[in-house]
């Protein structure tokens, strides 16, 4: 697939036949650190209870250089799984301090002929990036790791409450 050599799958029984028996809500074993060019999430995340652990697992097991890529529910996904995820959780979490560097970040639609937008960093915006709509909404994640020792380092905080603490206080003043 897109030029693997071979494919590996983790799951937390044996039921659908996992190559890796796994629980990604525990830390995953050293042997599969740094062990994989790309992770894909194409929907489990949200399944997972402990997601600190989980997402962290995925940082370490990717080689350097390589990629995490994920399509999570963003919105009206109310009872598909634990969590529908926000962008700003994963700008915060692939931060070059823990070892990543954000390729992209798309919010698309569950219908096939739905546009697909562009997401900004809301850091960088200095505003929260929302959406709002009737419709199960994904965004698909691309991020590179860039430190063999990713990790996190630096726990996630929403930029507005970072950098604006919700009292007017910048940086600058």
């Known amino acids: 697939i897109l030029g693997a050599k071979s494919v590996t799958s983790i799951d937390a029984s044996e039921y659908e036949g996992a190559t890796i028996i796994h629980d990604m809500n525990k830390?995953?074993?050293?042997h599969l650190h740094n062990k994989f060019s790309v992770l894909f999430d194409g929907g489990?995340?949200?399944h997972i209870f402990n997601f600190p652990v989980a997402i962290e697992n995925c940082m370490k097991m990717l080689e350097t250089g390589g990629h995490f890529i994920s399509v999570?529910?963003?919105n009206n996904f109310f009872g598909h799984g634990f969590y529908q995820f926000s962008s700003e959780l994963f700008y915060r979490i692939f931060t070059e301090e823990n070892g990543f560097r954000i390729?992209?970040?798309f919010l698309g639609?569950?219908?096939?002929n739905l546009t697909w937008y562009e997401i900004p960093d809301p850091a960088v915006t200095r505003s929260r990036v929302e959406f709002s709509n009737q419709i199960p909404t994904f965004q698909l994640f691309i991020a590179k790791k860039i430190d063999a020792n990713a990790g996190l380092h630096v726990l996630p905080q929403q930029s507005d409450y970072h950098d604006i603490l919700w009292e007017g206080v910048t940086d600058a003043d």
């Open 27 to 30: 830390p995953a074993p050293e």
């Open 44 to 46: 489990t995340l949200e």
């Open 72 to 74: 999570a529910p963003a």
């Open 103 to 105: 390729d992209k970040v």
């Open 109 to 112: 639609g569950e219908k096939s």
